[in-house]
């Protein structure tokens, strides 16, 4: 899969593209762009997505704290198995922020992808102030030649699915709601640091993971997950029982004892075994890292959607 980070009209043969942000890339996204790739496939085409770095939602109003549920390279790595020929990196600047919907889809869609086929969100809007509509977007397409398909919106239960609710989901501990909506394991990309080494001492070591810090980090609890395949079992936060008050994010990586400090690894969650709380001494807390282990070791993955 192609990475273009400045397009050009030429790079690409009459792709057709699926836009948007796609943070978390959730079972909508999907929709939209598993889509385009089969439309693309038809017409003997690039199936591309275009998507937004940073989030549009940065640059737009930095002061509200936007998390990611995706950083760029996890968004490309799923688009990758999607089937995505390229993807188109869009910088998002105050300039690109003040181009109306028009001057967006004229000098970028147009003359610098020549596009065939557009494929969005039902909610997607675009241009200066976010008047750009999916409806707008197909009288332009009409106008520069390009076609315009409109997904609708996708439910999980009687929910929405939207970024904004998984990232409400995620932070409130409805973990398994949030990885329906999401469609796949939620990711965790970061450098193994240096700890304090209390988990070591409890017999328990751990690799604490540094992650982006835009990252959005779910509910304090233990969670089940693979650790770049191998199972583990996650705890992130404030480790109240010795009185430290960052959130820390620590694996404990099942029948693994090499030393990885210094690599990148990916921690990709499945389950959320429970929540966080205070232990009136070590031995309560070791026996109840036994059980989580004890549990996360017997956890299968469901398979999602």
């Known amino acids: 899969m192609k990475i273009i980070r400045h397009p050009e009209k030429g790079k690409l043969r009459r792709p057709v593209v699926a836009l948007g942000t796609f943070d978390g890339v959730h079972v909508g996204h999907k929709r939209v762009i598993e889509a385009a790739v089969r439309h693309a496939r038809r017409l003997r085409s690039h199936a591309a997505v275009i998507t937004f770095d940073p989030h549009p939602q940065e640059i737009v109003a930095p002061g509200r704290g936007l998390r990611l549920l995706t950083t760029l390279q996890e968004r490309e790595e799923i688009f990758a198995r999607l089937g995505a020929d390229a993807v188109v990196v869009s ?87 949030a990885l329906k909506m999401l469609g796949h394991p939620y990711r965790l990309t970061g450098k193994v640091v240096k700890g304090v080494g209390r988990g070591k001492i409890l017999g328990y070591p751990t690799a604490n993971l540094k992650v982006d810090p835009r990252k959005l980090i779910p509910a304090q609890g233990i969670y089940a997950g693979f650790a770049d395949g191998k199972k583990c079992v996650v705890y992130i936060g404030s480790r109240p029982t010795f009185g430290a008050g960052k959130t820390a994010i620590e694996a404990h990586i099942l029948n693994f ?25 070590t031995s309560e807390l070791k026996a109840q890292i036994k059980k989580d282990i004890l549990a996360g070791s017997r956890f299968k993955p469901q398979k999602l959607p």
């Not at 065939?116 to 030649?145: C, I, M, Q």
């Not at 919106?153 to 009687?158: A, D, L, T």
């Not at 990232?167 to 709601?177: E, K, M, N, W």
């Not at 090499?258 to 389950?271: S, Y």
């Open 91 to 177: 910088i998002f600047t105050r300039q690109l922020q003040k181009l109306s919907s028009q001057e967006y889809v004229s000098r970028y869609l147009v003359r610098r992808l020549g596009v065939r086929h557009v494929f969005v969100g039902y909610d997607y809007t675009f241009g200066r102030g976010r008047t750009g509509s999916p409806a707008e977007l197909k009288k332009l397409g009409g106008k520069y030649g390009f076609a315009v398909t409109v997904m609708p919106p996708v439910k999980v239960g009687r929910r929405i699915v939207k970024s904004s609710a998984i990232r409400a989901l995620l932070s409130d501990g409805d973990f398994s709601t």
């Open 257 to 281: 004892d090499r030393n990885i400090r210094g690599r990148t690894i990916q921690l990709d969650l499945f389950a959320r075994l429970r929540g966080d709380r205070q232990f009136a001494d």
